[in-house]
């Protein structure tokens, strides 16, 4: 089992940053893909950024030149950089990873239990 951990999130005012991380804990052998999703009120959840095992990224077209992904593979943690936020940010942010838990087993998709975003105007 696989558990992911958020944290970072918080109040902000208009044009801030925020950094979020998430660190993977409990019995895998390995974290493939990470990222992360939000969901504001009266909407779906939708993705932010992903990071691929092998370094690619994949943004939303609303954060790209405004959000950074990263991860430090070593501490099984990924990273949400968001700069010039604004109010339209606003959500709860979770992560999401996928793990193998054997080396030749399939890899099982997780979720955090999201951390709380508000960008005042």
């Known amino acids: 089992q696989v558990q992911l951990v958020e944290s970072g999130g918080g109040l902000v005012q208009a044009g801030g940053s925020l950094r979020l991380s998430c660190a993977a804990s409990?019995?895998?052998?390995?974290?493939?893909?990470m990222g992360w999703y939000r969901q504001a009120p009266g909407k779906q959840r939708e993705l932010v950024a992903f990071?691929?095992?092998?370094?690619?990224?994949n943004y939303a077209d609303s954060v790209k030149g405004r959000f950074t992904i990263s991860r430090d593979n070593a501490k099984n943690t990924v990273y949400l950089q968001m700069n010039s936020l604004n109010p339209e940010d606003t959500a709860v942010y979770y992560c999401?990873?996928?793990?193998?838990?054997?080396?030749?087993?399939?890899?099982?998709?997780?979720w955090g239990q999201g951390t709380q975003v508000t960008v005042s105007s």
């Open positions: 999401n990873a996928d793990a193998q838990t054997t080396s030749y087993g399939p890899s099982t998709n997780y």
């Open positions: 409990g019995s895998f052998f390995r974290i493939n893909n």
């Open positions: 990071m691929f095992g092998g370094g690619s990224t």
